[in-house]
């Protein structure tokens, strides 16, 4: 079946230690999104990417970066500069070339120990 | 600035009984407008989408909305609530002036025997 997946499902990250989520699909989309999401607060767009190796800030991208060397794959990392890391992960991907996400993992979630 | 705004962020209904989430967009323009759905510990799913070719919208799970340009809204429904629609529902818009998707906060539907 298709779909996305997303590991680790938990990570836990040390003050001043970048840590990477990986994000995999094989729905040959073209666009892929991370978003973080916080309680109370929906979901907030980190980076997208609708095409490879060209990627775009989202409204909160600072502490955060990606690559897109292949189509199927879109890492994000969460550096040290991430003040406040701890929150749920979510990918996505979408066929619309960034209109929006049409399929979402199951999400990473983040703490800090 | 252009958002979604879901009043009540939780909401609480006995099984058989109407389900009713409210959803507020903010601007002049329509925009395109969505429901997801996200069980615990998973991703969102795409409940139903807007984009103006009919301003009732039938979706996934017997779910339901209606656009109202009058009140500026996009209210959820369904009939009869069961046990398993108990989740956390997300109202989304396309941003005009970026094209990405706006979240609203989230409203979580606890479904009561």
């Known amino acids: 079946d298709g779909g996305i997946t997303q590991s680790p499902k938990y990570l836990f990250r040390k003050e001043g230690q970048n840590v990477t989520l990986s994000c995999e699909q094989n729905l040959n989309h073209d666009a892929m999104y991370w978003y973080r999401q916080d309680p109370g607060q929906g979901l907030r767009l980190i980076y997208y990417?609708?095409?490879?190796?060209?990627?775009q800030k989202g409204d909160i991208a600072e502490g955060y970066s990606v690559s897109r060397e292949k189509k199927e794959s879109f890492p994000l990392t969460v550096t040290s500069a991430q003040k406040n890391p701890t929150a749920f992960y979510l990918c996505a991907s979408g066929t619309d070339r960034g209109v929006q996400p049409q399929h979402f993992g199951d999400g990473t979630r983040l703490s800090i120990l | 600035a252009q958002s979604v705004t879901q009043l009540g962020s939780h909401v609480s209904v006995s099984e058989g009984a109407l389900v009713l989430l409210r959803c507020n967009y903010s601007?002049?323009?329509?925009?395109?407008l969505f429901w997801y759905v996200q069980y615990p510990n998973q991703g969102l799913q795409l409940l139903l989408k807007?984009?103006?070719?009919?301003?009732l919208v039938k979706g996934i799970n017997g779910f339901e909305a209606e656009f109202k340009k009058s009140e500026t809204s996009f209210h959820l429904t369904k009939p009869s609530a069961h046990m398993s629609d108990a989740a956390e529902y997300f109202c989304a818009r396309i941003s005009g002036n970026t094209g990405k998707l706006i979240f609203g906060q989230g409203t979580t539907l606890q479904v009561k025997p």
């Open positions: 990417s609708q095409i490879v190796n060209d990627f």
């Open positions: 601007s002049s323009v329509p925009p395109y």
């Open positions: 807007y984009t103006s070719a009919a301003t």
